[in-house]
């Protein structure tokens, strides 16, 4: 998911996919405690996708005031 992507996203939508991401990246820990996962740099692509939508609720809720 790129960053038009994200802006392109209402607010609801954009809590939705935190909610996801954050289920993704839990699941995705969990299984690479138990045995690797095939590809580990999922964790820390998640991890960057979920700080972006973070930043851009940020952004919003800033731009509110």
Do not use: C, F, W
């Amino acid at each position: 998911m790129k960053n038009a992507d994200i802006h392109g996203l209402s607010m609801d939508d954009l809590q939705e996919k935190l909610y996801e991401l954050e289920e993704k990246l839990l699941k995705l820990k969990l299984n690479h405690a138990v045995s690797e996962i095939e590809n580990p740099m999922q964790i820390r692509n998640t991890r960057r996708l979920i700080a972006r939508v973070k930043t851009e609720i940020r952004k919003r809720e800033l731009a509110e005031n």
